[in-house]
T-cell receptor, first 114, second 114 residues
Framework: QQQVKQSPQSLIVQKGGISIINCAYE??????FPWYQQFPGKGPALLIA?????SEKKEGRFTISFNKSAKQFSLHIMDSQPGDSATYFC?????????????FGTGTRLTIIP | DGGITQSPKYLFRKEGQNVTLSCEQN?????MYWYRQDPGQGLRLIYY???????QKGDIAEGYSVSREKKESFPLTVTSAQKNPTAFYLC?????????????FGDGTRLSIL
């Protein structure tokens, strides 16, 4: 059972454009939603995270939008650059003590073209 | 520099052979994780450990075994019972305790069958 569904599987965006990746979750107990960025041959690294008590979080060119009623959240990359080309994973977890497990989406391969 | 070291970077396994992947961290983290990454399937949890001498099965534990004798080390053995072991294996760690702690990843081991 896939608890976090991510789309699209791949995305091509022109330099300077907006990249948008979407995720939907099923488990209403999830209350922490991070995004990880992975470059080829490397492990993922935390990019940005959000909790459901806010609808949006922005860090530089990266923004997470969160819709609790729809059980959806998305990553927006503004002014996309070739250096943003990577695979992006959304994830979800329950932040209670003893629940360290993350459930990951299937990933989106983003390519920024000049 | 604090971080997670995975070795080897590439590993080849013969049919019927067990192989062990190394994961060492110097972040003083309590929790450690092993993930398997296959194209289009995201990161799937194999095993995780919340504390020394304790570990739990993840979503795809069959054909794998782990040990956690030291806080710094969490080796993964891919046994001959794992019929499709070709994948990219990622080790991660976190402070532990709560699900909203960032996970720090190593740069992975790519396992192939000879």
């Amino acid at each position: 059972q896939q608890q976090v569904k991510q789309s699209p599987q791949s995305l091509i965006v022109q330099k300077g454009g907006i990249s948008i990746i979407n995720c939907a979750y099923e488990n209403t107990a999830f209350d922490y939603f991070p995004w990880y960025q992975q470059f080829p041959g490397k492990g993922p690294a935390l990019l940005i995270a959000i909790r459901p008590d806010v609808s949006e979080k922005k860090e530089g060119r990266f923004t997470i939008s969160f819709n609790k009623s729809a059980k959806q959240f998305s990553l927006h990359i503004m002014d996309s650059q070739p250096g943003d080309s990577a695979t992006y994973f959304c994830a979800a977890s329950i932040s209670n003590f003893g629940n360290e497990k993350l459930t990951f989406g299937t990933g989106t391969r983003l390519t920024i073209i000049p | 520099d604090g971080g997670i070291t995975q070795s080897p970077k590439y590993l080849f396994r013969k049919e019927g052979q067990n192989v062990t992947l190394s994961c060492e961290q110097n972040l003083n983290h309590d929790a450690m994780y092993w993930y398997r990454q296959d194209p289009g399937q995201g990161l799937r949890l194999i095993y995780y450990s919340q504390i020394v001498n304790d570990f739990q099965k993840g979503d795809i534990a069959e054909g794998y075994s782990v040990s956690r004798e030291k806080k710094e080390s969490f080796p993964l053995t891919v046994t001959s019972a794992q019929k499709n072991p070709t994948a990219f294996y990622l080790c991660a760690s976190s402070i532990g305790g709560f699900g909203n702690q960032p996970q720090h990843f190593g740069d992975g081991t790519r396992l192939s069958i000879l």
